[in-house]
């Protein structure tokens, strides 16, 4: 096996403090990539970025944003063109083995300018569905339609390729018309390990958030956002709620729509309903999923949430809509849910589930042992890529 160090630069146009799912996997990544390798992260400069804390070594060039631009969604636009000289430089200073972006659009546009002019291997990895997400944050067909095509050109342009599934490796070939490009599958993951204290931990989130111990526990991990179909959990609560009364919703996460749903949740279900907000504790947000029975999550936009190996991690099987995305590794009652795209029948879903002591145990404990992945061996397959991509360059 080669364990010659490589030098690696990975680039998203967000990072840190801006908690979302490529955020994490990318911090993940750099922790445990730092172990044997030389590394430079580039990434927008934002408020409260200086004082993330980076893995020791790690080079981070930090490029200024637009503050002004309105169609990102809270994500910043970096001021690439401004800003090429500096960033050319400090690459050359850093002198990258591969470059690895993690998003299409200004930042990484000037990654793939530097790799095509010094002839550096780029691989990409497509985390997301664009064509769902672009509509809503740019409210414009042509705005849309423009970045659309930098996703593709930026797709055809990378040396190697990666997705998190083979179903969304699907989905990009059909999307952007690319046929016969050649996809690699790199899984998400979980940087947690299991938890020996299941009771004291449970105990612990009772105490802290006022749950009865009898009371089932649904919970639900994500950016509050429109795309990750909050409208069907409430109008599924809605239904719940008819049927059973002794449980409570635990919803851990923030985001734009997080008063609309914090108050739409609240008007279905009342007391029963626990918005933490943001947590950054995950220990917290361990704990909280070993005392949940069931993590509801009918997202259809997500392409392998990070739920999926957390909640797997701490035997707390998933109840997701069927032939989502999301949905590919999960079998139904074998080491997960499914459920019809439809909010009634979700909330029977949830009510089998729960009611069912022993089908649900042994879900949990198989999807323990068929879902649960870490980020070290994500690593592993990602740095094998990184080798084979290097070498083919040359």
């Known amino acids: 096996m080669d364990n010659t160090e490589i030098n690696i630069c990975q680039a998203s146009d967000s990072y840190l403090p801006i908690v979302d799912g490529v955020a994490i996997v990318m911090k993940n990544y750099l922790e445990i990539l730092s172990n044997k390798n030389r590394l430079c992260l580039v990434i927008p400069k934002i408020k409260g970025g200086e004082n993330i804390e980076y893995p020791f070594g790690c080079e981070v060039v930090r490029i200024p944003k637009w503050r002004w631009f309105p169609l990102?969604?809270?994500?910043?636009?970096?001021?690439?063109?401004?800003?090429?000289?500096?960033?050319?430089?400090?690459?050359?200073?850093?002198?990258?083995d591969i470059i690895h972006i993690h998003s299409p659009f200004t930042l990484s546009q000037g990654l793939i300018r530097y790799?095509?002019?010094?002839?550096?291997?780029?691989?990409?990895?497509?985390?997301?569905?664009f064509e769902s997400d672009l509509p809503r944050t740019t409210h414009s067909k042509i705005?849309?339609?423009?970045?659309?095509?930098?996703?593709?050109?930026?797709?055809?342009?990378?040396?190697?390729?990666?997705?998190?599934?083979?179903?969304?490796?699907?989905?990009?070939?059909?999307?952007?018309?690319?046929?016969?490009?050649?996809?690699?599958?790199?899984q998400n993951a979980t940087e947690m390990l299991p938890y020996?204290?299941?009771?004291?931990?449970?105990?612990?989130?009772?105490?802290?958030?006022?749950?009865?111990?009898?009371?089932?526990?649904?919970?639900?991990i994500s950016r509050i956002v429109t795309?990750?179909?909050?409208?069907?959990?409430?109008d599924t609560f809605k239904e719940y709620v008819k049927i059973n009364d002794n449980f409570k919703f635990l919803v851990m996460g923030d985001g734009r729509e997080f008063s609309w749903f914090k108050k739409e949740i609240e008007e279905a279900i009342g007391t029963r309903a626990i918005f933490t907000g943001m947590v950054h504790d995950r220990t917290l947000v361990q704990k909280a999923l070993l005392r949940a029975d069931l993590c509801v999550f009918p997202s259809l936009y997500d392409t392998n949430s990070l739920t999926i190996s957390?909640?797997?991690?701490?035997?707390?099987?998933m109840l997701v809509i069927k032939d989502s995305t999301t949905s590919i590794d999960i079998k139904d009652n074998v080491n997960g849910y499914l459920s019809e795209n439809d909010p009634i029948a979700f909330s029977k879903r949830m009510s089998e589930i729960v009611n069912d002591d022993v089908l649900l145990k042994k879900v949990s404990n198989n999807a323990n042992k068929s879902l649960y992945i870490t980020f070290e061996d994500s690593c592993k397959k990602l740095v094998e890529l990184y080798r084979d991509t290097i070498k083919k360059k040359k």
Do not use: W
Not at 72 to 96: A, C, M, Q, W
Not at 115 to 129: D, E, Q, S, V
Not at 227 to 234: C, D, H, Y
């Open 310 to 317: 957390e909640s797997a991690c701490n035997f707390t099987p």
């Open 115 to 129: 790799a095509k002019k010094r002839n550096i291997p780029l691989c990409i990895t497509i985390h997301t569905k």
């Open 196 to 220: 020996k204290e299941k009771e004291a931990a449970a105990n612990e989130i009772n105490s802290l958030y006022g749950i009865r111990p009898e009371e089932k526990v649904f919970i639900f």
């Open 72 to 96: 990102t969604g809270g994500y910043p636009v970096s001021h690439i063109r401004i800003h090429k000289r500096l960033l050319f430089k400090k690459l050359d200073e850093f002198n990258p």
């Open 143 to 186: 705005i849309t339609h423009m970045m659309m095509k930098t996703v593709k050109h930026a797709i055809q342009y990378a040396d190697a390729v990666f997705t998190v599934n083979k179903l969304m490796a699907e989905h990009i070939k059909k999307t952007y018309k690319l046929p016969n490009i050649k996809i690699s599958v790199v």
């Open 227 to 234: 795309n990750k179909n909050i409208g069907f959990l409430v």
